[in-house]
């Protein structure tokens, strides 16, 4: 188990003090996928990077498998880190080396032996899907390959943890959602712990079980991913939810629609179409079933006459569907 109490980071610059960080408190059970989620500069990339003391915290504590790592000496320090795998947004492979000797170096810092060390690189690379390439150079795969090759490196050592820094910002959405199949299976398979750090919603949305939402360097919001989604309370959660493309779009009134305990096989907006004789334009939406009953958002673009609008936002309060207007971003 990771926690952090109390955790704060504060860079001394010649222009002044910058927090990037301040009093993070929260717990991420073994074996859950966790998310942390956050705009640019919201201390999200700082948080995952003071979890194995890349960044050393200037107050606070980590706690990882009931130890306070911040108190470790160097020589248990360095152990302790052997046990947490890191994978980050540009792959940071070794260009020089193959792509099994790219894997074997975490093994070679760790002094184990060569052909073990070897045998365990060339098992992992056939894990992620390139035991065909153990004598390729970075410079000859895709981007998505060169992440897998990054992931076989974080796993060489048998960690408990996983951080993914951004680990899939720069690949293409196909390609992302096949490094995020991996990384589900390799935490349904190995049992390791995994946080995730993105500033994607969607992210969150397709792999963790609790996520963190991070704005101004503080923690707003944290719980459920399926809760999140389904009732966000502060503002930062609601705008990385909602996307800027559909916010933006000028013209008629638009709301967004909350469901969060509705029948999944109740026909809800098919049902105030017909009983508002209102025609509505569903520009977008993001469900998903929850042990049957309907999880997620819907946003609709109302009529312009405004009778109509009022008796849809009539309807949905008849039918306790919590709504709310979405503002134009003008």
């Given at each position: 188990m990771i926690e952090l109490k109390n955790l704060s980071k504060t860079y001394h610059t010649k222009s002044g003090d910058i927090v990037a960080i301040q009093n993070i408190n929260l717990r991420i059970e073994d074996g859950e996928i966790f998310g942390i989620i956050g705009l640019s500069g919201a201390g999200k990339s700082t948080l995952v990077r003071c979890i194995n003391l890349l960044e050393r915290p200037t107050s606070g504590e980590v706690w990882i498998d009931g130890r306070d790592i911040t108190k470790l000496p160097k020589k248990e320090l360095l152990k302790t880190r052997q046990n947490i795998g890191m994978i980050f947004q540009l792959f940071n492979l070794l260009e020089q080396r193959t792509l099994l000797r790219n894997v074997c170096y975490p093994m070679e810092i760790a002094h184990m032996d060569k052909n073990t060390a070897r045998k365990r690189a060339a098992e992992l690379l056939t894990m992620v899907g390139l035991g065909d390439r153990l004598n390729s150079y970075p410079s000859?795969?895709?981007?998505?390959?060169?992440?897998?090759?990054?992931?076989?490196?974080?796993?060489?050592?048998?960690?408990?943890?996983?951080?993914?820094?951004?680990?899939?910002?720069?690949?293409?959405?196909?390609?992302?959602?096949?490094?995020?199949?991996?990384?589900?299976?390799?935490?349904?398979?190995?049992?390791?712990?995994?946080?995730?750090?993105?500033?994607?919603?969607?992210?969150?949305?397709?792999?963790?079980?609790?996520?963190?939402?991070?704005?101004?360097?503080?923690?707003?919001?944290?719980?459920?991913?399926?809760?999140?989604?389904?009732?966000?309370?502060?503002?930062?959660?609601?705008?990385?939810?909602?996307?800027?493309?559909?916010?933006?779009?000028?013209?008629?009134?638009?709301?967004?629609?909350?469901?969060?305990?509705?029948?999944?096989?109740?026909?809800?907006?098919?049902?105030?179409?017909?009983?508002?004789?209102?025609?509505?334009?569903?520009?977008?939406?993001?469900?998903?079933?929850?042990?049957?009953?309907?999880?997620?958002?819907?946003?609709?673009?109302?009529?312009?006459?405004?009778?109509?609008?009022?008796?849809?936002?009539?309807?949905?309060?008849?039918?306790?569907?919590?709504?709310?207007?979405?503002?134009?971003?003008?």
């Open positions: 000859q795969l895709s981007g998505g390959q060169k992440q897998r090759v990054a992931i076989a490196r974080a796993l060489a050592t048998n960690p408990k943890y996983l951080l993914c820094d951004e680990a899939t910002s720069a690949l293409d959405p196909n390609t992302t959602q096949s490094i995020l199949e991996l990384l589900k299976d390799i935490n349904r398979k190995m049992g390791v712990t995994i946080i995730v750090i993105t500033h994607e919603m969607s992210v969150i949305d397709r792999i963790c079980d609790r996520v963190a939402v991070l704005d101004q360097s503080h923690i707003v919001e944290m719980g459920k991913v399926s809760n999140i989604f389904a009732s966000p309370h502060s503002e930062i959660a609601r705008d990385l939810i909602i996307p800027k493309s559909v916010a933006a779009r000028v013209g008629a009134k638009k709301l967004c629609i909350w469901f969060d305990g509705t029948s999944s096989y109740a026909p809800s907006v098919a049902n105030m179409i017909l009983e508002c004789d209102a025609p509505v334009n569903i520009l977008y939406a993001q469900m998903r079933d929850e042990g049957g009953t309907a999880q997620g958002r819907m946003i609709i673009g109302l009529p312009e006459d405004q009778k109509m609008a009022d008796k849809i936002a009539a309807w949905l309060k008849a039918h306790q569907l919590r709504f709310e207007e979405v503002e134009s971003n003008v």
